[in-house]
């Protein structure tokens, strides 16, 4: 069974303690979550934020030539639930950062928004997305703050003494243990004794294949991650009634895999190199892919794959526009009266893990031993090179997970 994991972090720290003006809570009211038209509100504006964010992570120094994969979804939902505490032009910068603009879209229909995402989401049994907020025991935060966590964000709340260190990270990575199913145990390496403040937002997903994979037919072939680079690799094989479409504009085939449920999964393999299709591909690619993949009886090679990605965000989310939550400016004072809060880091971690298992049971169909008569093999398509990954909901038209492959044997 393919399982996919993300958790993204933001941690809050106390730097010096001062009192401040209460400033009006944002409103609650109008919350809506019966219309799936709510969070197709913001779903434009979240593409776009997932391939800024993806251009300016691959363009770091240590991602060029490695393997990418992060959850789009889980750093604008953290970023969102952050900016319920942001005022004044950290809001806006926040704000803006996600890609809305508050002329054209308000505040309260955004979270209301990320609240939909969240409902739809969780209603499926193949994704789970939460928050949790980890919070100093002599830290205040404010009620409405922590009321609209709960309701926009479904978060949980937990009380802790960051002065005990080792028990304090301890408990924060208990919690990511169970909630990732102990994919990632080991989130927090250690704890400053000043954090007040710990939001974590998780992403967990397991889905079986809607046309699986027979592991008898997998076989150890090459992957050439450049001209002169080939690593081995194990690499499935289908022959199946595929949804395929040829981009000819930028030289580019694409698949997308069904799962069982909500979610599919899309490669993206240029035919002129990766380097190429990064300096190009946006959000219009993307729905244009979607809505012309079509069935067809395709051979198709897929690399199993067991990835796990760590990031940074701070600097990249500065070079996106998005300094004043880092900076002594930061206004946060949504959060607590308490004193000045700053964020100090913004940690991202993802795992992703493609192969034949949890997919026995609807492999033993036999699909494409059914296939008679066939004289002349369908076209193939063989993922045996540098290729683009999407995890795509089909429902809220959202980007859980995105990424390249440069090299599946890292």
């Known amino acids: 069974m393919q399982v996919i994991q993300s958790l993204c972090v933001v941690l809050v720290v106390l730097w010096s303690t001062v009192q401040c003006d209460h400033h009006p809570q944002h409103s609650n009211h109008g919350v809506h979550n019966d219309s799936a ?8 504006e979240n593409l776009d934020f997932a391939f800024h964010l993806y251009k300016h992570i691959s363009a770091q120094p240590d991602s060029q030539s490695k393997n ?4 789009p979804l889980s750093v604008s939902v953290a970023l969102a639930a952050l900016s319920l505490g942001a005022r004044g032009k950290t809001h806006q910068q926040l ?3 996600l890609g809305f603009n508050s002329t054209d879209i308000t505040e309260e229909e955004v979270n209301q928004a990320f609240q939909h995402i969240h409902h739809n989401l969780n209603e499926k049994s193949d994704v789970n997305l939460g928050n949790a907020l980890f919070i100093g025991q ?3 935060p404010r ?3 922590l009321e609209s966590m709960k309701r926009y964000y479904q978060s949980e709340g937990f009380s802790t003494d960051f002065g005990k260190t080792e028990q304090a990270k301890e408990q924060i990575n208990k919690y990511v243990d169970e909630k990732t199913k102990g994919k990632i145990t080991q989130l927090v390496e250690e704890v400053d004794p000043l954090t007040v403040m710990y939001l974590i937002n998780y992403m967990y997903f397991k889905g079986k294949w809607e046309i699986p994979f027979d592991p008898k037919k997998t076989v150890e072939d090459n992957f050439h991650v450049d001209d002169k680079t080939t690593v081995p690799v194990q690499m499935m094989y289908a022959k199946d009634d595929f949804r395929v479409f ?6 580019t085939h694409v698949l997308r895999l069904h799962y069982s449920e909500s979610v599919s999964m899309m490669l993206v393999l240029p035919e002129n190199g990766l380097q190429g299709l990064e300096e190009v591909v946006c959000k219009d690619h993307l729905w244009k892919w979607i809505k012309s993949a079509k069935k067809r009886k395709y051979i198709v090679h897929v690399p199993k794959l067991s990835l796990k990605t760590s990031y940074q965000l701070k600097a990249i989310l500065s070079e996106m526009g998005i300094t004043d939550i880092f900076e002594d400016a930061a206004d946060l004072t949504g959060i607590s009266e308490q004193g000045n809060l700053v964020v ?3 940690l991202h971690k993802a795992t992703l893990d493609v192969d034949e298992a949890g997919t026995t049971a609807t492999a033993a169909t036999g699909v494409e031993i059914a296939e008679r008569g066939i004289v002349i093999d369908p076209p193939a398509m063989k993922f045996d090179r540098p290729f683009m990954v999407f995890l795509l909901s089909r429902e809220t038209r959202s980007i859980l997970f995105m990424g390249k492959i440069v090299n599946p044997a890292e």
């Open 138 to 140: 002599d830290f205040k």
């Open 68 to 71: 990418v994969f992060f959850s």
């Open 246 to 251: 040829h981009d000819e504009e930028i030289s």
């Open 95 to 97: 704000f803006e950062g």
């Open 143 to 145: 009620p409405e703050f």
């Open 37 to 44: 038209a709510g969070s197709l509100k913001i779903y434009k």
């Open 344 to 346: 100090s880091k913004v």
